[in-house]
Every structure is written in structure tokens, then in C-alpha cells.
């Protein structure tokens, strides 16, 4: 090292990493390869000085290269036509992708995981997981309007889970009602194989205007360079820092935190000050700073702008002083942003800061170089071309193969297994069946979570849980608004990860087009193992390719997403989690389907047919089996049924409707009937016997492509018309009997609403307090 | 950037000029979440809405002010108080006591609003968390126990409604001579009905000051003025807040 | 740098939701002994250079005034607390 | 009856956005001389009867495991006072 030290540290420079190429560097405690370390000194010929080192080594890390994915995500890419590209404003690469809603309106929407972070400290990981997308959504110069939160917990009895759920459940709640932001829906499962690896996902979505859109670059020789929002700590760094060569003291590290708090007011505060930058047209660009942070920041903002740029890195202002520079590349301080302003806007720049009170520097500015040089008190301590930081990490080729015991799985059937036996046959049997089915961990009321997220905030939200779909106005004048599900079933995609992706696409797709949306786009969040088990990478190789094939055949791109890997304990690793987001988009809020039926005596409609798959169901489940086939995949069926609810929507056609997924018809019939407290009077025997299968299998198979829907009495024969003009199949089950107080399933058991709702609402509480 | 305050803007034609000449300022404090929510609902019941900012002191000549809902501040420390100290509380505090005029100014505080009140001792008691310490959002009846305040008079006494509940920090609390003395000059505003949802003594959801005209509840009106977007889908019971004020300052009342 | 300490708690009279959720969670770890628990609040002044009675003075009234409410809380405490390592 | 007081700071190199919001609040009520804030948590155990050796050692333990987040938080006095009228 350099004897050009200032007061604090011995900062290696560029000129002093050029001249002492022998220097040992913590490389492979940084995270990187061999080989990964030989190409930075190739790429820069010569040796990295720490602060380079420790931005290579964030910047191609999996999180934030896609090392192991990369070469498999393109087909998100590849396979989209000129007509799916239509609507499609900002695809994959920025932010977050944005999409064309008509009348000059654009969304943006991205769905991303904080797993990890979750399982160490709950509440915070959960709390700073909806921070870290909240932050991508307002880069994109969009109102963050809505988010969601798709959540797998390890088994509801083990004692651990208490604990995650609880936490993660406020953080979600606490972090998201502080931004004003509604939660309008989610998923919740349990499973044992997430015991070690919860997955706490999250989606935001956001609106604009079309000529608000903004993107991550940094152009235009002299432009400003800006840091905003938090002070920077060393969040995210590690519990002792492993560049301690550049601390002036070795002897005594300081201390690292090992988890970040969020902090929900200073980011709501970024929010607004933002919304005031883009209406005053104040930034050129702009990057949120998420995993990686300065070092992400400016070498994104650097490559995609048209020069270079310079930064004087003792300018970012501190929450902890002992710093080193490294750590300040890498710190993941949350609620920060970086921008870009042009001189003449400065001030006007620092007025809105002020305004807000939220605090910024000026670190430096555009440069016409290609280079992104950063000081530290004038020194050189990083002369990169930024492209090899952001763009040119390592991509990994990764063996994958069809694990040797993925026939012996899927050749295990439910059917005919042990578990199988007791298969309930009477009525009474099948009561009992139901009733332990919808007070199930995954089928029960969701409320006890949801109880605890504000739906209401900003006054436009339509729809949410428990709905397919939620449901926000984006335009408050012609009802203009958008639809989003999110949806996953790791036990499908264990016995079939190329058909198992297809289904968590097909059932968002169903829940947003039985809110009455049009599916217009898809963002993803690929939970799986570790990439270097062939079988996990083949999970990921497969669920890719079938997630990017359906997405062809449905006409509806991917914008954006994300890929978190290495979810196992030990060499266990998860089910495939592949949870798929659709949004759709309404022409006018107001023609939304809600779930429930209400009005008495209109006609129940089964749309669809049903065949015996109850491999991988929610029924196999509780009895403790999984193998076999998943269920089958119909892409060309859920488009036909999505237009017939999108038409009999915006028709006024129906007056209710509700997908049927996990828990098949029986779960479906129970919540409609105890969405708004009115019963309903059906009859099966007529459909069993038309598509050939038992009551049982009738009520719990998960056959896909299929809904059930409330029919005004005037509207019968239109309905009957275009299920009939479209040949789909459609069936007339039952009647609404909104006093009657029961689910009576005529010839065979009547369950009161009562009965139903204490099962169905009891299972949380009794966990969870 | 386009001027796109809500996500579209509401622009609710004005009914009647008369109500449109009524100013009702809507405060924002850094945190606050509602403020939107609270001018689209004064729109809806004809008035003119005026945004009024915590750090400037003048009222702009509003003829009432709404501190709505939302985390000033995240809430930290105690909630709603370090929004008590802003600038134009020291205002509407003046305006409100009306030390200097015979109409005081009508306020009302909601959910964070109300906290803010209390810390302002505008309104007697305090709010500690919820009993069983979790947030809770749920659609809520309340019971309009007097109906002759600012804000109210809309109401029928004793009439219940529906509107969203959704906080923290909603456990009202006060010392048993302040709640005697509550219930004894009539000023519990609001009660809740099926079920206490956080512990409030005596089931108080919403008080007044003596003179009627500072009123501050928990629940939130302003989320239940648009059919579609409230309550079941259709509730609209939090309609009357705005239009009793209307009622207030068009002498109606 | 020397810092003050200004504990608040909640009135005796007033029933603190947090305390009571602890001590009845208590036991069931083992902890037996307490028949009570309330949760209050500690904050930390740091202050550069001495502590004069002056801003002994600020702190006891920054306590009184905004970091409690006395409508529902006693400051219980305001002491100066030595510099640590 | 004779208490256990519990004091429970955040770690000093973790965020506290309360006592970032206190801090910067307290200059516009005139309060200058404060140039950070912490906001930390106190518990009062109330003992019946005295407070042995046991009893302290289990207050000391439910410090760790229960009142404070070893991720984030440090015990910084577990201390007993005298009965208060
Ligand atoms: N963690 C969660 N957060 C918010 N909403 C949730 C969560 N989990 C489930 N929900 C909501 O509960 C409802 C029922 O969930 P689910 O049965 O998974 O729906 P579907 O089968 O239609 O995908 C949906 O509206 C869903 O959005
Ligand atoms: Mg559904």
C-alpha cells in the first residue's frame, strides 16, 4: 500500500495499484473466483485498487449480474412478437419495464425478493424488501400506487415460523402503510421445504405519464451528479469489513451492521421530493440505490448515459464516519437516490430538497471521457470503463440436467397411492373433506395478514384480497385503471418445472382476467436453489424456458423481474418458486368482477370441465403426498375462458366471479359464498356425469382453466349464447340463495356459512395470536 | 412532469357555486398519507379544497382545515408528535381556540389527524397502540352519538355508519374524570359499534371540543365518499363529515 | 462524548398493551418471576463538548415538553450519563 | 415492591430513524445542544417480594432472549431500583 494516506486511511490509488502489481487482495472473501479476479485485471490491465475490487466484486455478484441466469433470461426477450411488443414502452434491462395504458398513460410494475434478509431479522428484511422496490418503481419517474407480497413460510406448526410470520407480516405492513401505498393482494403458503429459506417477495406498480417516463442514464457533458435521501452507513457490508487493509487501524475494525433498518418516513419523503423533481422536469436521469449501491449506481447511471463520468467519493455525506471508501461503494444504505441534473436546474433542484428536508451532495459530474473515475480527496482510486463494471460481469454456461429422480416422482401418483386409500366417498365424508380443506394452512382466510395492510389509501382501490385480482384507478376521470395477481405453485413446478411455470403464468392470468381485465404484461420473481446443483439449474433452465413459451402463446411479454438463487438449507433447496405477476388493464374500473355473489337467485356457472388431477393439490398435500403429474397445462383454453370473463365484465354479463385453482371447486364455492355472506344451493351430479369423474375429484381436482360465475337471470341467455358461440364449455350448477345461510350441495351435505366461516377464519389466529 | 396531483385528479364538477365558495384547507405534514384522499372527498361535497403546507404559517383564508390521516414524522416518538410543533398548528391552534373571534375555526383531525390534536391538547386524551398491538384495517360501524357538532350535523343522532378503520396507534385513552366529563357535556362524537376493534375506553372513536366546532376521530370518513371505492363497494356513510362543515359555514346549521 | 439520558414511562394508571403482552409471555420461557412488566421509553442526548447546567436545563424541558406527553406519561428520569469507549 | 429496570438501545452502527426524526425536530422548539438522538426502549419488571440473585439472573436472561433483538439491540443496564411510593 501507498504511503498516500490522509487522516483516516491508506487509500490505494490507481497510480499506486499500477506500480505494486503484487499486493495480495481479498478477492475470494469478496465473492469472486479465480477466474472472475484474472478477468478484472485483464479487463483493467493492471490490478484493481480496493475501491475497484470492491466494486467488481458487487457489481458480478448472481444478485446483481445474473451470472447463472443471464443466459436463459434472454429468451424473455427472444420470444416476443411485433404485436407483444406493442404496448411495451421500457422492456427488460431498466428499472422496471413500463407499458402503454392508453390516453396517455403508461405503468410500471416489478416484482422482486428479500428472502434472505427475511429469515436473519423479519421484520426489517420484509420492511426494506417493499423499500428496495418501491425505489426501482419511482426511478422510473412513475407514482408508486399499489403493492402486493407473495410470502412461503416454512411449516405452520414448526416454532420458527411464529417468528417470520409475525415479523415479516409487520415489516410488509408497517413499511408499506407508512408510504401511503395500498396492499392489494399477495399470496401466503406453507411448506416445510421453506422452513430455512422463507420467500417474501414484492411487487409495487406505479403510474405516469407518458413524457414523465424516466431512465437510468447519465448524459450530457457537465451535468451534475447528485446523491439523495439517507445518509450512507455501512449497511450491507458484512459484520467485519474485509477491505480493513484501506482502514487506517486494523487493529480495530469498527463495527458493521448485520441487518438494515428501514426507515418508511424518510422514504416516503423521497417519494414526494421525486414526484416534485419530475414535475419540474429537474433530472435528467435517475437510479435508485438498491443491492450494490454507489458502485451500481454510478456505473449504471455512467454506462448507459452518453460520456463518462467523475465523482469525489469524500462528498457522500456519512452516518458513520470510519468508512472506508470500498465500504461506501458498497454500502446498501436504503432510501437513496442518485440523479443527474443539468447546472441550470440546480437550484431549483436544492429548493425542492430543501422543501422536504431531505438531505443531498454533489459529487461530481458528467464527463465525455467513457471512463467513470471516482476520487478520494482528489486521488484516483477507480478509473474504470463503467460498461465492465455494469454490463460485462461474468455469464456462466452452468450444467444442468433432468434429475435422476424426476421419473420416479412424477410416476408416484396421488391415484391409487397409500395416502390415497380413505379417499371420502359420503356425504358426510365429503363435508368433512371440505371443511378440512378451507381451514387448511394454505386455503384458509388470509385475513389474519391481510387485516393488517391499509387497502384503502389513495382512494383508488377498486379491488383487493380477497379478490382474484386487485384493482387500481389510474385515471379518476374515465375510470382507466389496471389489475394485478401474483401466483406461483412450488409443488407443480417440483414435479414439472417447464409445465409448473406455465401454470403460476396461467393462474395470474386467470385471476386478472376474472377480475375482467385484459392481460397486457408479466414481471417474474424465480425463487430456486442454488445454480450450481445441476438439478436446481435444470429447474431453472426448465421453468424459464416454459415461462417464456407461454408468455409467447398468451401474446403478453415479460417487462422485468427478478432472480433470487441459492434458497436452500443445506444441500435442501426449495420447491421452484416461479411466482408470475400479471397486470391487466381496464378500460373503466367500474366494470370489475368482485368474487362473491350477493344478489339472490341469480345462476351459478361452471365455465370449463374438470379431469381427475389431483397430483400436487391442495387435497395430496393435506394428506402429505406429492408426486405425479401436475396438472395440465391449456394455454389456448385460459385465453378463451379470459375473453369470455373479460366480455361478460365488460358486457355486464355477471354480476360475480372466481377462478378455481388450489383447493378446486370446493374452495371456490366457499369463498364466494362467504365473500358477502349469501349461500348458494348447487347441484354436481349433472357435471360429474358429463366429464366423467366422481363428486370427490368433481370438488378437489385443480384442473386448470376453469371459473365459476353468478349470472343475473337477464342475462342467462346472453351468457348461454357466448359460452355456446365460443364452444366453450359451460354449465349451469346452481343458484344463488343469499338468506338461505348455507352452502347446500343438494343430494349430498348442506354446510351454513357459519360453520364454514369459523373453519375457514380460525386456522391464523389459532397459529398466530 | 404533467401536473397529475392524484393518480388523474379529481375534478368533480362543483354542484352549486354557493358550496364551491366554501375553502376547506387540507394540511400536509412530511409523512402524512391521506391528504390526497381528504381533497378529493371535500371535492366530492362541492367545496373547494385548498392544500396547506405544516411549515407555512398563514391559513390562506380557509374557511375550515382538515389535518387528515397518514405517519407525520413515521409516527416516531408518539405519533402526531412532532407534527404538533409545525408552524401552521400554532395557527390553527389560535384559529380553533378562537380566542379572538366568535366563529372559531371548524377542524377536523382524522386518525393521525386526531393524534395530532390531542397532542395539540386541542381535544383532551391520547392514543396508545391498539390492545393487541397490531395494525388493523377493517371496515368499521361507528355510532354518530351527537350530531350537532361542525362536522356532524349531517348525521341523525344515533344513526350508525360504515367507514374504513385503519391504524397502529388507535387506542383512545383518557383519565376517568376526563371521559365523565366527555360523556357529560355530550361530547363523544363517535362510538364504536360490534366490537371495540383496539381497546378505546368506552368504545370512543371520535370527541369534540365544548365548543363543536374541533372534531377528531380515528376511522376515516374520507375513505367512504365514493361509491366503488369504500366500504363493501358502495359505502358512502363518511359523506357527511364534508357536507355537515358545508352545512356549518353556509349557516345551514 | 458525554451524552443524557431521559427515561419516560407511561402513568402507573394507565394500561400499557406492550408490558402486559411481555408478562404474559414471560412464563412461557420460564420466566417466573414477575408479576408485572411495563415498557417505557429511553432516549439519548448526545452533547458535544460539556454538559452545562444550561443544557442540563434543555434537556429536562425537551423531556417535559415533546419527548413525553404528560397527558399519558411521567419522565421519570434525566441524568448525565459518562462518555464511553 | 422492588423493580428491575431493563434498558435496550439499537445497536450504535444500526439506522434509528426515530432518533433521526427526534434530533431533527428538536432545534425548531430552540433545543440546540443535542447533536444526536437514540431512542431506545426501558422495562420496568416489577418483583414480588425481594429480588435474589435467581431472580436477577433471570431478569438478565429474559433481557437477552426476550425484551431486546440480539440482531439489532444491546442490553445496556439491567439494574434494580428501589420500591416507589
Ligand atoms: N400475503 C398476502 N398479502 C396480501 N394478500 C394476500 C396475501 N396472501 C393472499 N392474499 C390474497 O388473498 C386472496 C386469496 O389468495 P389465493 O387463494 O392465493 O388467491 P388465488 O388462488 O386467487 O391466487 C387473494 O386475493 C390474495 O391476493
Ligand atoms: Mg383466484
Redesign the interface.
Known sequence: MSETSTKKFNIDTVENAAVTPDVQLPWAELGLKQNEFDDVVKVLGRRPTGAELAMYSVMWSEHCSYKSSKNHLRQFGEKVTEEMKKDMLVGIGENAGVTNLGDGWAVTFKIESHNSPSFVEPYQGAATGIGGIVRDIISM?A?P?AVMDPLRFGAIGHPDTARVMHGAV?GI??YG????LPNIGGEMVFDSVYQGNPLVNALAVG?M?H??IRLANASGLGNKVVLFGARTGGDGIGGASVLASESFDSTKPSKRPAVQVG????E??LI?CC?EL????LVEGIQDLGAAGISCATSELASNGDGGMEVELTSVLLRDPTLTPGEILMSESQERMMAVVSPENVAAFEAAMD???VEYSWLGEVTDTGRLIIKWEGAVIVDVDPRTVAHDGPVYDRPFARPEWQDALQADTFTGSVQDAARPSTAEGLKAAVLELIASPNMCSKDWI??????????????AFPDDAGV??????TGLGVALATDANGRYTFLDPYHGAQLALSEAYRNVATSGAIPMAVSDCLNFGSPEDPDVMWQLAEAIRGLSDACMELGIPVTGGNVSLYNQTGTTPIHPTPVVAVLGKFDD??RRT?SGWAEDGQAIYLLGTTAAELDGSEWANLRGHLGGAAPKVDLKRERELGEILINASRDGMIDAAHDLSEGGLAAALVESSLRNNAGARVALDEVAARDGVDIFTLLFSETQGRAIVSVPRSEEVRFNDMCTARRFPVSRIGVVDAAGGALDVQGLFTAPLDELREAHEGTLPKYFG | ????P??????LAPVDARLAGARIGVVTF??T??D??AI?AVRVSGATAVELWH?DSGLGGVDAVIIPG??S??????AG??SR?APLMSTIIKAATGAASSNPLPVLGICNGFQIL??A?LL???M???????????DQVLRVENNTTAWTNAYSAGQDITV?L?N?DG?Y???EKTLDALEAEGRVAFRYVGGNPN?SRRDIAGISNAAGNVVGLMP?P??AV?A???PG?TGTDGLGFFTSVLNTLLGGN | MPRIVVDVM?KP??????GK?IVGALPRLGFTAFSAVRQGKRFELTVDGEVTDEILAQAREAAET??S?P??EDVVNVEVVADQP
Not at chain 1, 402503510?177 to 401511503?180: E, F, K, Q, T
Not at chain 2, 396508545?128 to 377493517?138: A, G, P
Open positions: 419517474g407514482r400506487v409487520a405492513g408497517g402503510n407508512s408510504l401511503g403510474v405519464r413524457e414523465d426507515d418508511p418516513f424518510a416516503k419523503v414526494e414526484l419530475f414535475k419540474g422536469s422543501k422536504w428536508a391481510t387485516n393488517q395492510y391499509d387497502r384503502y389509501v389513495g382512494g383508488n382501490t377498486a379491488m387500481i384507478r389510474v385515471d379518476e376521470e374500473v367500474a368482485p | 412532469m404533467t401536473e397529475t392524484l393518480i388523474g385528479g379529481a375534478t412530511p409523512g398519507l391521506d390526497r384522499d378529493r411549515a397518514g405517519f414524522y413515521g409516527d416516531y416518538l408518539r408528535a412532532i410543533f390531542t397532542e391538547h383532551p386524551g391520547s396508545i397502540k391498539n390492545d393487541h398491538l397490531k395494525f388493523l384495517c377493517r374504513p385503519k397502529q387506542q385513552i383518557a383519565d381497546g376515516h374520507e375513505h365514493e366503488g371505492y369504500g363497494h | 407511561l394508571e394507565i394500561l400499557d398493551p406492550q403482552a415533546m419527548l406527553n397527558v399519558i
